[in-house]
């Protein structure tokens, strides 16, 4: 089971036996081109950006980056196209969004026929939090996909989430539906869903995982404020896995512990032929090195 960042660094290298192949879908960004070349240098990752080549060759000189080593596609069209032809040929082993729009490119994937989906398997996103004074990693989910999720897609989103977390070690991860309180309100939707899904792990219905809410967001990862409130429970204060009611609260969640916090994090979209990195303009250098690192486990 990881711990931390570097843990998942060392996970992705002896899974690596040779370097994955890596598209960048626009334009590609300065701070992603340094993360290409530190995944590179590990031995990690062969890179192709598809965009405008002169833009990408005049950014990289003006920052002085060498791109000797990546592979670059001048595309004056639709820089999805690559993608998809990729997909479909399975000559790509992990896409990154360079400059091209979030909502564009999900919008473009879902397509019926593109060849990103698995069937129905639902697409998702997660993020990981390394916190120090935890000592361990937090899982938040979805903070890039799914807006509003219903009691159904939310169970979906469980799943994945779980499904990661077995890629990186955890045997039984601890699972939380958080929402304002950690009781049952019928008025508050979230906190029945939350107990819905409890219950349907505690009946065996989602494996491999222990699942428990509606917890508030202390009561979670707090074992203090969990004893202190009089929370019982397996998950209860040791939270691996925090499953947000909206995208607002997971991605609210997220950049509090990127830009507050100043947690080493990363994100990571999951459930489709291979993951996506669509990670924001502002994130750093570290933050998507990391998330590159989070798809290639």
Request: overall charge negative.
């Amino acid at each position: 089971m990881v711990k931390d960042f570097p843990d998942i660094e060392e996970l992705a290298k002896s899974r690596c036996t040779e370097p994955k192949r890596v598209m960048v879908i626009g334009n590609c960004p300065t701070r992603w081109m340094r993360a290409l070349k530190q995944a590179a240098e590990a031995g990690l990752v062969k890179s192709l950006l598809v965009g405008n080549e002169k833009s990408i060759r005049e950014n990289a000189e003006f920052h002085e980056i060498d791109l000797s080593g990546f592979e670059i596609d001048d595309a004056a069209g639709d820089v999805l196209e690559p993608a998809i032809d990729a997909i479909n040929t399975g000559t790509v082993d992990v896409l990154i969004r360079g400059d091209f729009g979030i909502l564009d490119m999900l919008t473009a994937l879902f397509k019926r026929g593109s060849g990103f989906r698995v069937g129905k398997k639902l697409v998702s996103g997660i993020s990981a939090h390394f916190v120090g004074n935890l000592g361990r990693l937090l899982f938040v989910t979805d903070p890039i996909v799914v807006p509003a999720p219903d009691l159904k897609t939310k169970i979906a989103i469980v799943e994945n989430a779980v499904g990661y977390a077995h890629k990186l070690g955890f045997e039984k991860p601890k699972v939380a539906l958080t929402a304002a309180v950690e009781v049952i309100y019928p008025a508050m939707q979230h906190t029945v869903e939350a107990a819905v899904i409890a219950k349907m792990n505690e009946r065996g219905q989602i494996k491999n995982c222990v699942v428990d809410g509606p917890l508030s967001m202390d009561t979670a990862v707090i074992e203090s404020a969990a004893h202190d409130k009089g929370v019982a429970g397996e998950v209860a204060g040791k939270a691996d896995i925090l499953v947000q009611p909206t995208i607002e609260t997971s991605h609210g969640m997220y950049n509090a512990f990127v830009c507050y916090v100043k947690a080493p994090s990363g994100s990571v979209i999951t459930g489709g032929k291979v993951p996506i990195c669509m990670t924001s303009r502002a994130d750093s250098v570290e933050t998507n090195y990391n998330s590159l690192l989070m798809a290639l486990v």
